[in-house]
């Protein structure tokens, strides 16, 4: 008889413990490119298993400072925190990337419905304002057989602070001096030419409108504002269209233990060279500031999930798998993090 009570008694605690964990609300802030991926994993998850997140949408550098603040669960962010931002942390902060995204270059040229191919030093010449027309030799050059007007070309860029354009910006200072020297690369930089649009929604509707446009935009808004896209010449040598496939493969290339690597001009030879991570950034120890364990757990149980079942999701949304090295990297990341110093996920 007491072994029946101790046993009731015992799946009654353990039921306790399976209600509370579903109360339980994750709070997650940042970066607003993977918002609708984001969005669509969390309630699928949350009819799963009970488990409620809530996630604001503010900007990777919102994500930054939350984080750092401790006030969220996690945070997120299109850039990986750099050596100054991670010095202000009290503690050890994980990055777990999530999916892989990509700028994609778009224009409105009449007569070019598709098709067009650009390098990466006519790419940035033309950012910098010094390819003026759309007929210069250099473009026609690379695109054998295509009549190109002699339209002028209308630069058109991001007039806010975003991902989007820290990943462009840092892609052109990777393939080209001058850009480096003369504008560098952030999430705001003071551009050389062109006009600017707030958000993704403004450069795409510059896009639409002005015959002669180019700009950079993400891949969904190309898809759903049904704009043509520029095949992009990658490290080896290849003209590489922004595809879930080749976005993909950009990251079978190296990346290091930590993940805090930028893959654009990737070394990955089917790969898109204007690809991008996005990352969830955790605390390694999750026992502070009075956060219990079954928080702490259902936060691993989370990340699992979104590196695993999650990825299912991501490309009827234009988001790009997690290829297996990623998400290899990614087991080993949330296999160690602890609570009071022992794992809270038990791996091989």
Known sequence: MRRLILGVLGWMLVWGAVVWAGEITLLGAGATFPYPLYSK??????????????YQSIGSGGGIRQI?????????????MNDEELSKAPAPILHLPMTIGAVVISYNLPGVPSGLRLTPEVLADIFLGKIKRWNDPRITEVNPGKRLPALPIVVVHRSDGSGTTYNFTYYLSRVSPE????VGYGKAVRWPAG???KGNEGVTGYLKQLPGAIGYIELAYAYQNRLPVAAIRNRAGRFVLPTLKSISAAARTHIPPDTRVLIADTDAPDGYPIS??????VYKEQAYGGRSYERAKALVDL????????????????????PENVVRIDEKLICSITYRGKPIRRCK
């Open 41 to 54: 994993w969390f309630y699928i998850y949350h009819q799963k298993t009970g488990v409620k997140v809530n």
């Open 68 to 80: 750092l603040a401790r006030t969220v669960d996690f945070g997120a962010s299109d850039a990986p």
């Open 179 to 182: 850009w480096r020297k003369r």
């Open 195 to 197: 006009i600017g649009g």
């Open 276 to 281: 991008a991570l996005t990352w969830i950034l």
């Open 303 to 322: 990340l699992w999930w979104c590196v695993h079942e999650g990825q299912a999701y991501n490309e009827s949304l234009l988001y790009a798998r997690l």
